[in-house]
């Protein structure tokens, strides 16, 4: 019996075995299938296309990055400009959230740095000037007496260099631009690289990156004027605004930061509980007349380390909600106070006084010639890094 029965349990061990290798391989088989899958439908195309002619006849490309939400973002070489941000509402309608032009000319034209990579030293130095290893380097004045976001031909004017490429994060574009030792006065000759990220969460990871063959001063950012309205050219006093800080740069007569770090409790410039951008902004405050409106940098109460969310912006009516994720010290919150109505709106209309706000993150303005803020100078063999996200949804 035992002879018998032995072999008997072996075959059906075997069998068992057999079913059960065979059932894991299906199995293994099917996830594969299945990570397959969701890797090329990850495999959004990014579509590319000419936006238009610089004057010398450069072709100037269009990269437009989708996700899996329907999200759109339009990425242009010239500049690193993002040209059109589509977003849902809270009943699902996309629309374009950024101001900026439907074509490559009004933005050759001249404009307010509608959407542009900002560089090399986003926001403004005092006097066009700063000194490093007891030299003096003399910068354009582009801004009264003081020199603004990278000078005459800053980052936001120049063709950058544009891959496109699929991972497993989302769709990317990554532009690469040399800047020259001496361009627009700067020391080093200047590699520069930004990664536009449009993941599958609707948010838009951007990282920045700069090495240099001397010691110069780098403060890189994103100048998207947002209205989640998806109305353009209308106002954005109806926004709610989040910024986590408890002081803020007061500024003089031409915006430069006075070195006071000020309290921001029972002022206009606390934002530490959303409000109404239109709440205060009319208020008889001195900071605010000298802005226009706000125009100021937050010091972020996360400080010089870590990655983290430090404002947000809400439309109501539309239910938009943005985040803002960033590992700089600084935010420079701008109402859109000098928009005058010149400048034609996508959809129809003009962009007038405060029809976009920024948030732009950032080392503080003028930081060269202020010791005690944080360091914006970049050593040959280090590497500036910088991230920042805006994630969208709704409530
Ligand atoms: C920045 C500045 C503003 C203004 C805009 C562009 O955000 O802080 O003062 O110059 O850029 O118009």
Redesign the pocket.
């Known amino acids: 019996m035992m002879r018998i029965t032995k072999p008997s349990i072996f075959y059906a061990v075997l069998l068992l075995v057999f079913i059960v290798t065979g059932c894991k391989q299906s199995k293994k088989e099917s996830q594969s299938e299945m990570e397959t899958v969701k890797t090329e439908s990850k495999q959004n195309p990014i579509e590319e296309t000419i936006f238009g002619e610089m004057p010398d006849g450069t072709k100037v490309k269009k990269f437009t990055l989708k996700n899996e939400a329907g999200m759109e973002v339009d990425v242009i070489t010239y500049g690193g400009i993002i040209t059109r941000w589509t977003a849902p509402d809270k009943n699902g309608l996309y629309e374009d959230v950024v101001l900026g032009f439907e074509s490559l000319e009004p933005y050759l034209d001249g404009n307010?740095?509608f959407g542009a990579l900002i560089g090399r030293y986003g926001?403004?130095i005092a006097n066009g000037e700063f000194a490093l290893e007891g030299k003096t380097y003399t910068l354009a004045k582009n801004?009264g007496d003081n020199h603004?976001?990278g000078g005459e031909k800053g980052f936001d004017k120049v063709l950058w260099n544009g891959v496109a490429k699929n991972t497993e994060e989302g769709a990317v574009v990554e532009l690469t631009y040399t800047s020259q030792d001496g361009e627009e006065g700067y020391p080093g000759k200047l590699d520069v690289k930004v990664t536009y990220t449009l993941t599958d969460n609707n948010e838009l990871d951007i990282q920045y990156e700069a090495v240099t063959d001397k010691p110069t001063v780098v403060n890189l950012t994103q100048?998207s004027y947002f209205n989640l309205s998806g109305q353009l050219s209308k106002q954005i006093l109806d926004h709610e605004i989040y910024l986590n800080a408890d002081t803020y740069l007061p500024v003089d007569g031409g915006?430069i930061p006075t070195g006071e770090l000020r309290p921001v409790a029972s002022t206009p410039f606390d934002f530490n509980e959303a409000k109404l951008i239109g709440k205060e902004i009319a208020a008889d405050n001195e900071q605010l007349k000298l802005g226009k409106g706000y125009?100021h940098c937050w010091v972020l109460n996360k400080g010089e380390e870590g990655f983290g969310m430090v404002a947000s912006a809400y439309h109501g009516e539309t239910g938009r909600f943005m985040e803002v994720y960033t590992n700089e010290p600084g935010m420079?919150f701008?109402s859109g106070n000098?928009l005058d109505g010149t400048l034609p709106a996508k959809g129809g209309g003009t962009y007038g006084q405060r029809s976009g706000f920024?948030l732009?993150t950032q080392h503080f303005p003028n930081s060269p010639n202020q010791a005690d803020f944080p360091s914006v100078r970049l050593n040959p063999g280090e590497t500036y890094t910088s991230r920042t996200m805006f994630k969208l949804s709704t409530k």
Do not use: G, I
Request: hydrophobic share 20%.
């Open positions: 307010p740095y926001n403004r801004d603004l976001h100048h915006l125009d420079q701008y000098f920024c732009e």
